[in-house]
C-alpha cells in the first residue's frame, strides 16, 4: 500500500492504540486487586503465574521499543494507511505471536524470560510500558511503517517492518493476557 495523503490519517495508529487500552483494560481486570500469593501463584512448576505474565509482556515491550526507534531516525515522513506484514511476519504472528489454541509453543528468549520473581507493582509497571508502547505508536504514525525495518533484538539477522514490530506487540499482549486468565481459571488459584 503506498503512502497516505497527508490530509488522510492512517488507520493503523488508532487500531493499535485501541488495542493496547483494551490490553491495560483486560490486565486490570486479571490482576487488579490480586494478593501478592495469588499474583504470584502457578498452576504447576512449569508454568508461568498472572504476575509473570504481565512481567514477560512489560520486558518484551521495553526491549523491543528502542530498536523501532532507533530504525525511525531520519527517515522522511510517509504515512501508509494500514500495516501490511509480509507472508513471513504474518506465518511468525499466526503461529508464534497471536493468542489461539494452535499457536505453536516455544521458550521465551532468555532476554525477555520473567524469571522467578515478581514484583508487586507488576500490573502498575506493565500499565506503564504500554503506555511508553502508545507514545511509540504515535511517533511512528507520520512514517512509512511497512518499509522501514528494524535490528530485531532477539534474531539480528531477522528484519521485521517497524510496523509487524507495533503489531507484534500489540498480538503478544493478547496471548499473553489470554494465559493469565487460564492461570486465575485453574483448579487451586488461592482465594483472595
Known amino acids: 500500500m503506498g503512502a497516505v495523503p497527508t490530509a488522510v490519517a492512517p488507520a493503523w495508529p488508532a487500531r493499535l492504540t485501541s488495542d493496547l487500552l483494551a490490553s491495560d483494560r483486560r490486565a486490570r481486570e486479571i490482576a487488579g486487586g490480586l494478593t501478592f500469593a495469588q499474583l504470584t501463584w502457578k498452576p504447576r512448576p512449569d508454568a508461568w503465574s498472572v504476575g509473570q505474565c504481565l512481567q514477560h509482556l512489560r520486558i518484551a515491550t521495553d526491549v523491543y521499543l528502542p530498536p523501532i526507534a532507533l530504525a525511525l531516525e531520519g527517515r522522511p ?27 505453536k509453543k516455544a521458550p521465551a528468549p532468555r532476554k525477555i524470560d520473567p524469571g522467578p520473581h515478581v514484583a508487586p507493582d507488576v500490573l502498575e509497571a506493565f500499565l506503564r510500558s504500554n503506555e511508553t508502547a502508545r507514545r511509540a505508536i504515535e511517533r511512528a504514525a507520520p512514517y512509512d511503517v511497512n518499509g522501514i525495518r528494524f535490528v530485531n533484538p532477539f534474531v539480528p539477522l531477522l528484519r521485521f517492518t517497524v510496523g509487524t514490530g507495533l503489531e507484534i506487540i500489540a498480538r503478544h499482549e493478547d496471548r499473553h493476557l489470554l494465559q493469565a486468565e487460564r492461570v486465575r481459571a485453574q483448579p487451586g488459584f488461592p482465594a483472595a
Do not use: L
Request: charged share 15%.
Open 77 to 103: 515522513h510517509a504515512p501508509v494507511h494500514e500495516i501490511t506484514p509480509g507472508w513471513f511476519a504474518r506465518w511468525f504472528i499466526r503461529s508464534y505471536v497471536a493468542a489461539s489454541d494452535q499457536q
